[in-house]
């Protein structure tokens, strides 16, 4: 598989916009992302504990907007090696369910300097199969000179 | 668990999963993924209040204050700072088995669910 190129400090701008990221809510990566934060809540897959919960039926943790919030802008590139996230924000108006088909879309709201390297921050909006908004998440990363 | 999470989130920066690399680094050693903390709030809020964090939630201002470590025990944790007729605000944290503050934000939280 080719290499993706770098996404260079160069590339980026404020209002730069990204290829959409698309992602699939299956079991298998509720399981998998559950297993690997550690978080063994039930609301994700017994639709009874869920609904006691207020939730519909079981849904995705919340904690995953953290994958599409990074990959909305990863999808056609490769981090380079070094970039820090220094801070976050992450936003919900309805959860994911496993079936869901999330569709995140990322771009460059900013770029500053810290201590003589660039902070970028970059706001991505995701919404469901359905149109209906998900969330955002908002990331300021120090970007490798 | 960040080995698993680089596999399960693709994020496979260096400072997380090389230790040579991250040695180097001004870390001094493999840190955790920043999203492997927010998503640990997330699930305390999802825990606290259900449907509400996730129908209008917020988690905000999140600030990395100091390296969460391979064998580091970790307590999530928060306080109210503020209740009105529509919202709950919180301070949300997590701390290291030291007591040290290594991950700070903010959480808000709709007290009606308008369902989806």
Redo the contacts between chains.
């Keep these: 598989m080719e290499e993706k190129p770098e996404l260079k400090i160069s590339l980026l701008e404020p209002g730069k916009r990204f290829r959409p990221f698309v992602i699939e809510v299956t079991n298998d990566?509720v399981r998998?992302?559950a297993?690997?934060?550690?978080?063994d809540?039930l609301?994700y897959f017994d639709d009874r504990v869920a609904r006691d919960?207020?939730?519909?039926r079981g849904?995705a943790?919340?904690?995953?907007?953290?994958?599409w919030?990074?990959?909305s802008y990863?999808e056609d590139f490769r981090?380079p090696?070094?970039?820090?996230?220094?801070?976050?924000?992450?936003?919900?108006?309805?959860?994911a369910y496993v079936g869901d088909t999330i569709t995140a879309r990322a771009e460059v709201k900013e770029i500053s300097e810290r201590k003589g390297r660039p902070l970028v921050r970059i706001r991505t909006e995701a919404e469901n199969q359905r149109g209906?908004r998900i969330g955002s998440v908002e990331l300021s990363v120090i970007w490798p000179g | 668990m960040i080995n698993f999470y680089a596999e399960v989130s693709g994020d496979f920066n260096p400072l997380h999963v090389d230790t040579e690399f991250a040695r180097k680094s001004r870390f001094r050693g493999t840190i955790a993924h920043g999203h492997i903390a927010a998503s640990w709030l997330c699930e305390m809020l999802t825990r606290w209040q259900g449907a509400a964090f996730l129908h209008g939630g917020k988690l905000s201002d999140v600030r990395f204050i100091s390296p969460i470590r391979p064998g580091d025990m970790i307590e999530v944790t928060g306080e109210i700072t503020d209740i009105t007729q529509e919202r709950v605000m919180c301070q949300v944290w997590v701390e290291n088995q030291k007591g040290e503050r290594c991950i700070a934000g903010k959480a808000s939280i709709p007290l009606s669910v308008k369902m989806r």
Excluded at chain 1, 35 to 39: K, R
Excluded at chain 1, 53 to 56: C, I, L, P, V, Y
Excluded at chain 1, 61 to 67: D, E, L, T, Y
Excluded at chain 1, 84 to 93: P, R
């Design positions: 990566f998998a992302f297993e690997a934060v550690n978080d809540s609301i919960a207020g939730f519909a849904i943790p919340a904690g995953i907007a953290g994958i919030g990074r990959r990863l981090m090696e070094g970039g820090i996230l220094i801070g976050l924000s992450y936003e919900f108006d309805c959860p209906e």
